[in-house]
Nanobody, 127 residues
């Protein structure tokens, strides 16, 4: 059974940076397409970034494009999300998700494309 555990969240001030980690256990990360999502209270879950299996190519969605970088380290079974210039509106619970093998582009940010989810790590941005 594949399990995902997020870490690295916290309370920061506007303009600060955080690096979130998503550690996969139960199988090799190298076989999984990974996405990062977030959900703020009262709002729908939104996709932020993802990274492919075969080429490791990153892709970014609008909410935080230009301020985030996704990367994967298959040797450590970990995917990272570097977030810069954080804003109060970035306050949310951040999740990573996985699906076996690559998926088609239209599905990159659809939650139901993913089979495995972590419990989330809270990010709070306030002054």
């Amino acid at each position: 059974q594949v399990q995902l555990v997020e870490s690295g969240g916290g309370s920061v001030q506007p303009g600060d940076s955080l690096r979130l980690s998503c550690t996969v256990s139960g199988d090799a990360l190298s076989s999984y397409f990974i996405g990062w999502f977030r959900q703020a209270p009262g709002k729908e879950r939104e996709g932020l970034a993802c990274v492919t299996v075969r080429t490791g190519r990153p892709d970014y969605n609008d909410p935080m494009k230009g301020r985030i970088t996704i990367s994967r380290d298959n040797a450590k079974n970990t995917v990272y999300l570097q977030m810069n210039d954080l804003k109060p509106e970035d306050t949310a619970l951040y999740y990573c998700a996985a699906v076996f093998q690559d998926i088609d582009i239209p599905w990159y940010y659809r939650s139901r494309a993913y089979d495995y989810w972590g419990q989330g790590t809270q990010v709070t941005v306030s002054s």
